[in-house]
């Protein structure tokens, strides 16, 4: 079986955002045309305080960078107009408190929550 060898990195940015990291890489193909990986890597820390790391890969050519570019940007977009740029996870915010909303169903069992429990035979 035939080993692939990874290509030496012609230009290479790093994006570390808490436990993972991107890499986008810009390498050469045989023909020495140019192409991007982008890795992510997330580190995984065991009960022992040992640590792994587990990556997934992609490979984007050149043919492929204008509807890759459009349909990124098409979702991103996306999602940032239904939600907005705040980030709401509590994995990225340690003060984080998900507020709940009510129904009006809700709404009415819990504001009666507050009430004495009576007996009208007491009256």
Do not use: P
Request: net charge negative; aromatic share 14%; charged share 40%.
């Amino acid at each position: 079986m035939a080993e692939r060898v990874e290509q030496e990195e012609i230009f290479s940015q790093v994006l570390r955002a808490g436990r993972r990291t991107y890499f986008f890489d810009v390498r050469a193909t045989k023909a020495d045309d140019y192409y991007l990986t982008v890795t992510e890597s997330k580190k995984f820390t065991h009960d022992d305080g040992t640590f792994h790391y587990q990556k997934h890969k992609i490979y984007l050519y050149k043919e492929d960078f204008t509807d890759f570019h459009e349909m990124l940007k098409k979702a991103t977009d996306y999602i940032i107009n239904e939600k907005g740029d705040e980030v709401i996870s509590e994995r990225h915010q340690k003060d984080f408190k998900k507020e709940e909303i009510k129904t009006d169903a809700e709404e009415t069992t819990t504001s009666t929550e507050s009430f004495t429990d009576i007996s009208f035979d007491d009256i």
